[in-house]
């Protein structure tokens, strides 16, 4: 029997030390008060949205910081509404060197499918501070209440 066999190794004990090495190396970078990132590639912009319903329309609300309306466009095709556009980054020839960068920019696009239909000419879209709010009132059809069916 050789002493390696008389060693217990527990498993676990090779990914503690891992971790450890790994917060440490992660804690001395940080530590560093003229730790500069390098420019990093641009984040992809997707803008967040709540989409809600009421008893007579379909709400959409989506934050789109940064843009104007006219670098927004919205299509309803089928019961699918779209939204798409570009946030555009401003260039400037200057070379920055970043610390932190968390802006995102460039072309989006989201795509829902509708709960109930709508009426398409009704259809109504308000931008403001960097909102964009969609309403989309429902067909008379798609106001009447769900009946419960009866399992015989």
């Known amino acids: 029997m050789s002493i390696m ?15 450890k090495e790994m917060n440490d190396v992660f804690a001395r ?6 730790a500069k990132w ?22 959409v609300k989506a934050e789109v910081p940064g843009l104007d309306r006219k670098d927004i466009k919205i299509t309803l095709t089928g019961d699918v509404l779209t939204l ?11 070379k920055k060197n970043y610390y932190r960068r968390e802006c995102s920019y460039g072309a ?3 795509s829902f499918q509708l709960p109930a239909d709508v009426v398409r000419d009704r259809i109504e879209a308000n931008f403001n501070n960097g ?6 009132p429902k067909t008379e059809q798609a106001k009447k209440p769900s009946k419960t069916i009866e399992i015989k």
């Open 5 to 19: 066999s008389l060693i217990r190794r527990d498993p676990d004990d090779s990914f503690s030390s891992l971790q």
């Open 29 to 34: 970078f940080f530590a560093r008060g003229d």
């Open 38 to 59: 390098p420019e990093l590639p641009t984040l992809k912009f997707v803008p967040n949205v709540e989409l809600t319903e009421s008893d007579n329309a379909i709400q």
């Open 84 to 94: 798409s556009g570009e946030k555009r980054e401003e260039r400037k020839e200057e």
């Open 108 to 110: 989006f696009e989201r």
């Open 131 to 136: 909102v964009l709010l969609i309403s989309l």
